[in-house]
């Protein structure tokens, strides 16, 4: 098209300006999770819907909800095309332990090729080089397809309120497709589309024995010590074989087709490799499946935290009365939130021990999602891909959770094409965070490319 | 003895100022795990040196260590009469949780009969009682025998410098018997003598199963997640009869003999009660034995507290690469606590997952004991508390731990009489701990009457 060429250009000359504004968004501590940053998240989202105008969206607006806003913008103007919903969210998770950090989590430092901060990677670099790419065609004149913006603020913590806002504004939010930037590649130079996500259903447990903290050599081996009887719940979630214990667990897994399996086999994996990402010494998992089986295409059931007594410095012989846990299974499409809610209160019912009560709160939840690979949108964004990498992308399953996607699906009928250019290794959700910078640059590239395509 | 009435009346003429110095002792938060709660310690020591130069001792002084101080005084003018040396300690438990006291725990409020504060019971209230008991009779003349006091600070910590110390003050400590204050009674009414004494092994493990958190999604279900091994090796640690697993570890434990489990059969216990005063529903511990028998004559084994991933407020779907655990034992006599240490490190190389490093490291640790019932010395105790409380006290073991109760045994070769007037009730250890306070004058009493008994 007429602008291609151009735009490019532009994304090119204007690099130093474009990764100056991403560390600005870097700067903004906006995690959804902590009430004490509640004001970042809401300047968080000014600063975004200021970045829509400028790129001469429409109805620019920060719409409240129960939790945090959703910042919106549209631009229709032009008919025949399709209509590309363009999903990002611009909330982070916490950053502890701190004491892990290199540099200010929200410091946006550079050291050789990467930004590192909290964000850097999950998802603002993803969705911030997406503007730029709007940026860089807007400099050239109309848009080739019709798009609306949905940025959330409260993805990291399982979108409370977002199945609400989607449910009430169906028409607003109405498109052909989905374009979601919350997504990363296999590695620097290997491109990657994702096809299946993860759905998460979070829980807390908390166990009681004793009205207060008793001392352990009174009471010590003759009443039930909570974090006795809540390392038997944990060490049984599990058997042997490393599968997850909840009756009815895998009911509605779809079993892996074999056409299915060897397109995963050609994931490029090298396991020791993967062990230094993880800065682990060796795999472990559900007995049958190979490690990108487990990750993408198994569910899977983790402890998230767990304590309970004396956890200062030195000794305190204290016999607990409470202990407590977060716990997490990542779920495959068709497995339903909801109904491992009630698989887990049949387990703890059935576990528990006598002289001991619980109670479990779900979190957060949603469900996991399997997209077409085969249609116009997806095919776009592998030519896009490949333009810009040299080679086809690698098509694979994503062990993460990005519940909007299966929302999306579900309420408005629409696929998503994941594209997104974050690393495996960028330690997201951990300390020092970080993006590649080249991997910025290149998205922002891909992002014109995309939409070259789609206006064709 | 001619001082004996004129003591009495003293006691009870002087209450409420016994009691207003008391309250004064109480204040002084001689918190001695805590680094920040030093000078505390340092100032309740020199308090104490105060009461004992009051009480007309010799040589008293603030004896340093490597930890916290000992405070040291004699009275040996009484030829012929034996020499016995008065234990004590002066340091206390930490208050958390903070949020359940009901008023300050260095406030030393009194509500109805009780006195509420940390230390009150354990065991400010006793070694207090004991020093009014001394005041009562210096007020008539000399003492009937010969004392020493032994006043140390770090008993809440395990005694760390305390052998050292004894070991190199052995002619300073000798003496015929121990009078142990760190004691209590069965119930207001009913008074009790504690013949064996549990000791403890505490220790600190920690799991590490890579180098930082990861994302529970990217890695979930593929690397070992610490706390699930963690929760694996607590449940392993007792096996489906209660019984502790380390190898080896009942191999020193002394059978009951018949004849004792017919003395324990004669200690008061209600189990509706018992349950009621340790605030649970259901008692559980060693098969084959009573609530009785596994508190005092059976050696145990807790998680005192275990943490580890996210602990915070809402949801982060982490995998964390450390999971900790306090775990301790508590051990009956003949058992060796460095050979405990041992048998967990054994345990721990046999089920520690691979892909998981573990640590292992020590607090603290004493030996568990057991006295000779029948001593001159015992005799008095138990005719002390007859006369006070107008009925023969219950023999019975002590689940907690009195680590210098081994110690002075071993190195000294002298038994302890346990004489004090705690409650089991009292929530020692634990938030809003108490003194009942007619047990505190009671107390004063009881102590009068021993210090005659022994020096007819």
Known sequence: MA?????????????????????????????STLPENKADVERTAEWLAQQLRDLRMEKVSIMPTDCHPVVYGEWLKAPGKPTILIYGHYDVQPVDPLDEWESDPFGAEIRGDYVFARGASDMKGQIFAQLKAME??????????????????EEEIGSPSLPDFIDSHKELLACDAVLNCDSGIQDKDTPAIIYSLRGLAYFELELRSAEKDLHSGMF???????????????AALHDADGRVTLPGFYEKV???ADDERELLQ??????????????????????????????????????????????GEGAKTVLPARAHAKISARLVADQDPDAIEG???VFLEQHVAEGVTWSLHQHSSGPGS????????????????????GKQPVFRREGGSVPIVGLLQDKLGVDSVMLGFALPDDGIHGPNERQYIPGFYRGIETYIHYLDLLGR
Chains 1, 2 share one sequence.
Request: hydrophobic share 40%; net charge negative; proline share 4%.
């Open 370 to 389: 399997t997209m077409d690979r085969t249609s116009i949108y997806m095919k776009a964004a592998g030519d896009a891909l490949e333009t810009v990498y």
């Open 220 to 234: 010590g081996g003759a009443v039930r010590n909570p974090l006795h009887v809540m390392a038997e719940l944990v």
């Open 343 to 345: 698989q887990f209160r």
């Open 266 to 311: 050609r994931v490029p994996y090298d396991e020791a490799e993967w062990l230094t990402m993880a800065g682990a010494t060796a795999c472990f998992g559900e007995a049958g499946y190979s490690t990108v089986e487990r990750i993408g295409a198994r569910p899977t059931l983790e402890v998230n935290g767990m304590w309970g007594g004396f956890t």
């Open 254 to 256: 779809r079993p892996l």
């Open 136 to 153: 860089s065609i807007a400099a050239q004149g109309d848009y080739p397809v019709n798009v609306k913006y949905l940025l959330e603020g």
């Open 3 to 31: 602008f291609l060429n151009d735009a490019l250009t532009h994304a090119r000359a204007h690099k130093d300006r474009h990764l100056a504004e991403y560390r600005e968004l870097l700067a903004m501590p906006s995690i």
